[in-house]
């Protein structure tokens, strides 16, 4: 960018300024907490372990369920659920993100239809997705697209609702610009209302996101061969192996935390921060 | 023939189902070329009837003529500035400029360079990749003068463009008007608050009564172009503004309108 004014080079400075520090230190800074907090809840969790004296199969301490981790992820057992459960969670997210921006959408522009759909949206919500688990496993069967859905169902009514106040709150004087140069609906849409909706939207999928983990979960549970929440009762069953358990928790955790973390890249890349 | 002529415009608003009569049996001409300014009271139907001469508000009757041919919604040879700048957030300031001309279809290559050339017609040469929040208030509004610019409009409205911002950068972005105004070669009508911005403007201002508006008053003024604020029109301006504000004084009394 040319600095050919004093208050471009103003504002390249004030940008400048921000990373000056080196990346160690902004490293320390952002992280520094997050391992700390870390060190805290081991030690707490091993606090508890031993002063309260519970078996490995009651409370397994820190120790060896990080054992449990590597092990699992080296022999394979851990792996093979995992990328299951991932499948599940990132076909779930996509189908129902995209219905609930479609819905959103709709909801958003037409008073009508949202008067129609929305008790049976809010309706849907309100029943427990575990309730609405069995039963779409009796119908659809234990395969994977019946797990699918139930991701897909859990995390549509975030992505909807969050894409239907987004666009309901565009700016109307920028309606009435779009207006004066003779936008289409279509480019409307596209060039002001998604844009200006998107913070909304996106931290709506960061909510989806972590449900759609859930919704594999609960998915697994209702029926189902392989994933995380299959290994979850294995092992809690008939390996009665308590430490690869936890191991499966903190591997649900790891992958909830990921996804949400590359959602929020994903939204620093797009949105950008006011400076 | 005239580049705007309206006849017999009326437009009222339904508010809590009460209608609000906001334009009244107006009318108007402007010539091509001439710079109008419009002043009126507070809430008189400037804005309304600027979102009337460029077809985004219908009026309830009369006819909107522009070159002889009516206009029955927004078209490129009108282009309207905005009291705020509006320009979009996530968007920098070149593809804001562009924006009109991507909306039109116009290709990738052909509206960066005509953004360009507004760009530089408005003073922003090297602001091009800048945000809109990077920007100060006028720097904000000379972009969505250039937006509006783009297309190359025949006529240019614009609603109390200079409103919010400070005096000095007022009084320098009205004499760049008149300077894109003379490089452009486009008809202006302009709404205003200020007395002295009119006369200094325009050709004609242009007195609104009261709600609902009409026009009451027309005050030429004949100062010769250029204009500057220092130069030897000053007496003049100041003649025509006494006029103009003698026109209000009356104009906010329906029955002395009538």
Known sequence: MSAATPEASAAQRARDHAPSRSWTQRAVHDIGPVIGAALVFVLVWQAIVVIGDYPPYILPGPGAVAERFASGWTDGIIGTHFWTTLSEVLLGLFVGGTAGVLTGILLARSRLAARMLSPYIVAAQATPILALAPLIALWFGTNLGSRVLICALICYFPIAVGTMVGIRSVDPKLIELGRSFRASRRQRLMHIEVPSALPQILGSLRIGVTLAVVGAIVAEWAGGDSGLGVLINLARGSMFDIPLMFATLLTIALMGMALYLIVVAIERRLVRAPS | ?258
């Open chain 2, 1 to 258: 023939m005239d580049a705007i002529e309206l006849q017999g415009i009326s437009r009222s608003f339904d508010i809590k189902g009460a209608p609000l009569h906001v334009l009244d049996q107006l009318d108007l001409r402007v010539a091509e070329r001439e710079i109008v300014a419009i002043v009126g009271p507070n809430g008189c139907g400037k804005s309304t009837l600027l979102r009337v001469i460029c077809g985004l508000l219908a009026p309830d009757s009369g006819s909107v003529l522009a070159f002889d041919s009516t206009v029955a919604g927004p078209e490129p040879r009108i282009g309207l500035v905005f009291q705020e700048p509006r320009l979009l957030p996530w968007r920098d300031v070149l593809t804001n400029v562009a924006f009109p001309l991507e909306l039109a279809g116009v290709g990738r290559a052909e509206r960066d360079e005509r953004a360009r050339a507004a760009l530089h017609l408005t003073g922003l040469d090297g602001f091009a990749e800048a945000f809109p929040d990077q920007l100060s208030g006028g720097m904000a509004q000379r972009a969505a003068l250039a937006r509006a610019l783009a297309p190359e409009p025949d006529v240019l409205l614009l609603d109390e463009p200079f409103s919010a911002l400070d005096a000095m950068t007022r009084e320098r972005l009205d004499d760049e008007l008149l300077r894109l105004w003379g490089e452009t070669g486009s008809t202006i009508v302009l709404v205003t608050h200020s007395i002295p911005e009119a006369v200094f403007l325009s050709d004609r201002v242009l007195v609104m009564s009261e709600r609902p508006g009409r026009m009451v008053a027309e005050v030429p003024v004949t100062a010769e172009r250029p204009r500057s604020l220092t130069g030897g029109g000053a007496a003049m301006f100041s003649a025509a503004a006494d006029e103009v504000r003698a026109a209000l004084t009356p104009a906010a009394k329906p029955e002395v309108a009538a």
